[in-house]
Nanobody, 123 residues
Framework: QVQLVESGGGLVQAGGSLRLSCAAS????????MGWFRQAPGKEREFVAV????????YYADSAKGRFTISRDNAKNTVYLQMNSLKPEDTAVYYC????????????????WGQGTHVTVSS
């Protein structure tokens, strides 16, 4: 199993930046595909970004392309989400998740989840 703990959320003005971190427990972090998802109030959870096990491949939702960057440091058991040019519509709870098998954008496929970190972007 792997336990995930997100951090780095907060309140930021539109146009600002935040860097989210997700720290994982265990020795097998490098065997998991890692994804970031978000859920805004009253909306369904949606995919944001995914990174392959060694970090050589990434994929983004259209809403994140050009503004967000996912990265990972397997030596530190941590995955990051750098978010730039933030917009009010980015306001949500952001979750990191680990998938033992698939490089996937579908949240039900992920095996482990963090508790989430709140991001609020004011206009």
């Amino acid at each position: 199993q792997v336990q995930l703990v997100e951090s780095g959320g907060g309140l930021v003005q539109a146009g600002g930046s935040l860097r989210l971190s997700c720290a994982a427990s265990g020795r097998t972090f490098g065997s998991y595909v890692m994804g970031w998802f978000r859920q805004a109030p009253g909306k369904e959870r949606e995919f944001v970004a995914v990174i392959s096990r060694r970090g050589e491949s990434t994929y983004y939702a259209d809403s994140a392309k050009g503004r967000f960057t996912i990265s990972r440091d397997n030596a530190k058991n941590t995955v990051y989400l750098q978010m730039n040019s933030l917009k009010p519509e980015d306001t949500a709870v952001y979750y990191c998740a680990a998938d033992a098998i698939y490089y996937d954008t579908s949240w039900p496929e992920y095996d482990y989840w963090g508790q989430g970190t709140h991001v609020t972007v004011s206009s």
